[in-house]
């Protein structure tokens, strides 16, 4: 299972890249815009093409779900403690049948004792950021943890085979396709360095 999470800034071009991307068999892309209002996160979604829109999942404003058919939601460590951890009267209005719901985690201990459960959750930093300057890589090992795990920072085509080894899941990605000179190859490489290591 490979993860892209968006550029948190816009970059030229990005919806007809990301775009290319789905074309590509992306499955997974984390729609995080911190800076981004609802106005302007409606406008992103307007400019992709519907039939990629179940590929999607959003970090902010959950209620998007009601109005695209997105792929899920997403829930930051900060707002899944204030949000989540006190019942589930935050989903009261939010049509969750058959969608996804993912968090982000920085400590495994954390990760294994969350009782609620996500269809994945993200942990990181495995490796240096690529894309965070002074985001120093912990090298987490989750074979011990039996939930469906997703290693984030550092991650590229020379890292890949050391993130399944430590007990992920998958891999998210962002530096190592955003901040490259060509993302489409970039994300080829990386997607086909993964199924050769999936499928050893």
Not at 62 to 78: D, P, S, T, V, Y
Not at 80 to 85: G, I, N, V, Y
Request: charged content about 25%; hydrophobic content about 35%; overall charge negative.
């Amino acid at each position: 299972m490979i993860v892209l999470i968006a550029p948190e800034k816009d970059i030229p071009n990005e919806i007809e890249i990301l775009q290319q991307l789905f074309k590509e068999g992306l499955e997974y892309y984390h729609f995080r815009k911190p800076e981004k209002n609802y106005e302007e996160h409606v406008a992103y979604l307007n400019q992709v093409d519907e039939k990629y829109h179940d590929r999607i999942i959003t970090h902010y404003f959950h209620e998007l779900i009601n109005e695209f058919n997105l792929k899920g939601i997403h829930f930051q460590e900060q707002k899944r403690r204030d949000a989540l951890e006190n019942g589930s009267e935050y989903f009261i209005g939010l049509d969750m049948i058959g969608k996804m719901m993912s968090s982000s985690f920085h400590e495994p201990e954390e990760l294994a004792n969350c009782d609620i459960e996500f269809d994945y959750h993200l942990l990181s930093p495995v490796f240096s950021s690529i894309s965070k300057k002074g985001y120093e890589g912990r090298g987490f090992d989750v074979n011990h943890i039996d939930k469906t795990i997703i290693g984030i920072g550092g991650i590229n085509t020379d890292t890949v085979q050391e993130t399944l080894a430590l007990g992920f899941q998958g891999i998210g990605v962002l530096g190592g396709v955003w901040n490259t000179e060509n993302p489409v190859e970039s994300f080829k490489n990386i997607k086909r360095h993964y199924e050769e290591c999936t499928t050893k």
